[in-house]
């Protein structure tokens, strides 16, 4: 039986805003028909850290998607669409708008035309719900019908984007004991300064074209085949401890994904492989590499580039260089007669004294090995002796 919204009280509501009253944990009251033996009285209130929504088994609405062709919504649902309120799950369970979770699961079970696959927690639990079920695909890059997961605050925030124009994203929502329902834009890569911050990704509910059939300035979703471009690979910063690979990475059409830098010596093969992940802040990859994850070696070191985007298109670029053998510090000081251990020398500087006629009566000798295996040997001249 389809759920049916019988009465709605909100008895006393003129008098507790006329007092300025204003409860935080009920809006209003419904009485909902769920089946012919059982009722639930629906209180809006707020969602609070910790809180989940029941999940209802509510047959979908009668609706047929013939393609996947986006409709951006830029305007209030009303209270006649099942998705946002009859089947919606956060509103049976009184977590009604306004309230970023009940409208964001609504909008994405308009988007799919089935109950979406999300999690009936706090907003900021929707990310790592997604990512440990791995119920829909996920990235740091804006799509359009993608659900915006922010993790600031208690709760977080959620939003669903609707339109993407050139580096402008415009996103629709609902905020909890504010706004019913708004349309916001941000610049792409400023979603951390965006909402509540910490941004933490968008959820993909699917690969989607735009209907700009009104003008509405939708941006069409075209297949990518075009890999990144990659320039400037470069080794600098060379010093005992290792050197910094970086090089810089665009993708205009679907974004840097990630970037990695397979590093190996050319002594003995690949034996030494590691793949470093490198950190990319405003188009440059970089990464330091240390001569001690490849055994302290020197010689050629060969690095290659592998740079994919979202669609994991792969541009790979490489280059080497080669090290010098490292050199070995030697240090050392004297006992010399009527003087006493003199200051250290090192690396074939004089120690001791010249044309005095002193007795040399002692030596300590160090040696920096820097990793390598090695040791001291040495022999002594004596008086009489040889």
Known sequence: MGLKTLKKSCIGLTLILSLGIFPANVLAQEVIVVNDSYQAVIEAQEMMPGD???????????????????????????????????NNSYYLSGYGMPNCTAYAYGRAYEILGTKPNLCMGNANQWWDYNLSNGYYASGSTPKIGAVICWGGWDCGHVAVVEKIEGDTVTYSESTWSGVYFQTRTYTIGNEDNTSVGDFQGYIYLGDFSADDSDNNGGNDVVE???????????ISNVDESGFTVSCNVTD???????????????SNGQDDLVWYVANVVNGIASKRVSFSEHNGERGTYIVHAYTYNTQELLTVQGTSITLPDKAVDVSYRTHVENVGWQDWKSNGDLSGTLNEGKRLEGIEITLDDQGYDLGIAYSTHIQNIG
């Open 52 to 86: 989940v929504a029941t999940e209802y088994n509510v047959a979908d609405p009668e609706v047929i998607r013939t393609n996947d062709l986006f409709t951006p919504r830029l305007t209030s649902p009303d209270s006649s669409n099942p998705y946002y309120f009859e």
């Open 224 to 234: 990518d085949t075009t890999p990144p471009v990659v320039s400037g690979l470069t």
């Open 252 to 266: 205009d059409e679907s974004g840097i994904d990630r970037v990695l830098f397979p590093t190996w010596t050319e």
